[in-house]
């Protein structure tokens, strides 16, 4: 038994996180890193209260959650369905009830973020006799879990992913395909959730940036560590964009198309990716940046995800590597715009992308196969 | 004339390429070797899809200093093509047309020859494979090109595309002027009048005479 618990974490769990690593970094530091360590606990706790006091919010907060759980489950089951792991239908030789357990383990690993932070909830809710809330919040989280495993159960069993996924219809884009855009029509086609829930987050994220910080007196930088971090919950996107064009692009390097056209291109790209949180942090106008400083929002937005993306044409770049860089690059820019370099960190953050995609992009060639599931 | 300069391509450690000079002048070739030997890492370097050593000259414009001036003039048909399943023909012939500088109507024409054209508009997930072998030939034909690379253009297609195939390939050879390298284990020397052989073998190429 032991061993099945290994290979299910190994193939399916430990994959999620890599593979969702920058969404969790995120995550991570808009819910612990943002407010000062003394305050952390009352920071939670206000917030907890918020979602037990207003039946909106909890309503909210549920449908998040409901989010999350369609997103585990359009990974584990496009994962199970890839050729390279059809040995795990070797799991419905055992009785159904087992292999129920073991979809049941694999379904709390992946939703252990959301479990913990419930567990908390919950346990605020019955000490302020909050037990309407507590019992809606248990009962919609049961529904989510057991929703998912029965899903999980029945993809294993009759070896398609076709019973979830087509019921779940997001209407494509209407617009004549540009060259430069057939990523962003890939991530609509193919990782339309991780790229939902990633808005979805982001934009929550900047809304109560802008409605519940109140700086004492005009500084950019707090606006600039916000984008440090939606960009980084966009890192795991970046990496699916180049996994694309490595799969699916090729023949377009046989197209007369110069350099410097490819890497404005690039840039559009994560232009158009990222003009919902640009014409969001507006709200924040003028109390969180002025017009000339937006300039610095508008180059950071450009620069680092085109230098995140640039990166991965260096050819010892995988999925791991990649993640590391991520978190290192992220730190140090993290510490730049403390120190409040302005715009010029920007221009020489593009500068050395606008480098490594001239240098690597024709040498990139692929060394090994890299999963393109959807997480 | 194509020529090539000390060019290598390893995989790796595993060197799949050498050819340390190889003057191609004008014609049409059949490009043979055993399954393995290097046929297609050839055709990819120099369609520019390989990374590799050395250099390779179009009419004395390097693919590494010329890049975009080489390939205006180099196209390429895949043996087995890879598009974005969400595109639809007509989104890849109008980029095609727009970077190779060419009239989209001869690409129609050339769908409703081989029968495809009603699948203009369908996303290209839906096509079979031989649809989506025909619309890379298609592909390959776009523009003013010099020399036209088919990798193994002839099989997954029916016999009558095979036939029309084989008279577009001999009336651009003699009414335009451009030069192909068509690779496949069968002959068709009753339908393309090959001037030459290159040879694929033991990770080297060489010119033979038919």
Redesign the interface.
């Known amino acids: 038994m032991k061993i099945i618990a290994k290979i299910l974490q190994s193939v399916l769990v430990n994959h999620f996180y890599k593979l969702n690593a920058g969404f969790f970094i995120f995550l991570f530091f808009a819910l612990f890193g943002v407010v000062r360590g003394g305050q952390l606990i009352e920071f939670h706790l206000g917030l907890i209260q918020a979602i037990l006091s207003g039946p909106l919010f909890l309503l909210i907060i549920i449908c998040i959650w409901g989010l999350y759980t369609i997103k585990c489950i359009n990974y584990i089951t496009k994962r199970m369905m890839e050729p390279g792991l059809s040995f795990l239908t070797c799991l419905n030789r055992l009785p159904k009830k087992q292999v129920w357990a073991w979809m049941s383990f694999v379904h709390f690993e992946v939703y252990l973020p959301v479990l913990a932070y419930v567990a908390v909830i919950i346990s605020v809710a019955i000490k302020a006799h909050q037990y309407q809330q507590a019992v809606l919040i248990i009962v919609s989280n049961l529904l989510f879990f057991i929703g998912a495993v029965s899903i999980y159960f029945k993809t294993l069993q009759a070896h398609s992913t076709a019973t979830f996924l087509s019921n779940i219809r997001i209407p ?1 884009l209407p617009f004549k ?1 540009q ?1 430069f855009l ?1 990523p962003f ?2 991530i609509w ?2 990782r339309k959730w991780m790229f939902l829930l990633t808005k979805l987050f982001t934009l929550v994220y900047l809304y109560g940036f802008i409605q519940f910080y109140e700086p004492y007196r005009y500084d950019i930088r707090p606006v600039l560590l916000s984008f440090l971090l939606i960009i980084t919950a966009h890192s795991t996107l970046i990496y699916q964009i180049r996994d ?1 064009e490595n ?13 410097l056209k490819r890497f404005f291109q690039c840039i559009g790209l994560y232009l158009v990716l990222l003009t919902p949180e640009l014409l969001f942090i507006w709200k924040g106008y003028p109390l969180h940046f002025n017009l000339l400083d937006f300039s610095q929002i508008f180059l950071m937005v450009l620069s680092i995800p085109a230098f995140l993306h640039a990166i991965l044409y260096t050819s010892i770049m995988n999925g791991d590597e990649y993640m590391k860089m991520v978190f290192a690059f992220i730190a140090v820019l993290f510490f730049l715009i403390l120190y409040d370099l302005g715009i010029l960190l920007f221009v020489f953050v593009l500068i050395f992308a606008f480098v490594f995609f001239y240098f690597h992009i ?4 692929r ?1 090994n196969t890299v999963n393109t599931s959807e997480g | 004339m194509l020529q090539f300069e000390q060019t290598e391509k390893y995989y ?1 450690n595993h060197l799949a390429l050498r050819i340390s000079t190889m003057k191609l002048s004008d014609g049409l070739y059949w490009l043979k070797g055993e399954n393995g030997s290097g046929k297609t890492t050839m055709m990819k370097m120099v ?5 590799f050593k050395g250099d390779i000259l179009l009419d004395g414009r390097s693919i590494k200093k010329e ?3 080489f ?2 003039y ?3 048909g ?1 043996a087995e ?7 639809t023909a007509k ?1 890849l012939v109008e ?2 047309c727009t ?2 500088n060419a009239a989209i109507a001869d690409s129609i024409q050339r769908l409703k020859d081989l029968h495809i054209y009603d699948a203009y508009n369908y996303a290209i997930g839906s096509y079979s494979s031989g649809m989506l072998k025909k619309l890379s030939i298609v592909l390959a034909f776009i523009g003013d090109p010099k020399w036209i690379l088919l990798d193994e253009p002839l099989i997954t297609i029916d016999v009558a595309a095979v036939v029309l195939v084989c008279e577009w390939i001999n009336k651009m050879r003699t009414e335009k002027g451009i030069s192909f390298i068509i690779s496949s284990h069968q002959s068709f020397q009753e339908s393309l009048p090959f001037s030459s052989i290159i040879e694929v073998q033991n990770q080297t190429a060489s010119i033979q005479s038919l």
């Not at chain 1, 799969?247 to 350099?259: A, D, H, K, M, V």
């Not at chain 1, 024709?362 to 060639?365: I, R």
């Not at chain 2, 093509?81 to 595109?87: K, N």
């Open positions: 494509s395909k060259y057939f029509y890939f086609a193919e694309f799969e699916n692009l090729l023949f377009s390097r046989n197209l007369p198309i110069g350099i024709y040498e990139f060639e060394a | 790796g369609a520019g899809l390989h990374p890049r975009n001036d390939l205006l180099v196209n390429y895949e093509p890879v598009y974005p399943s969400f595109l989104d980029l095609y970077t190779k």
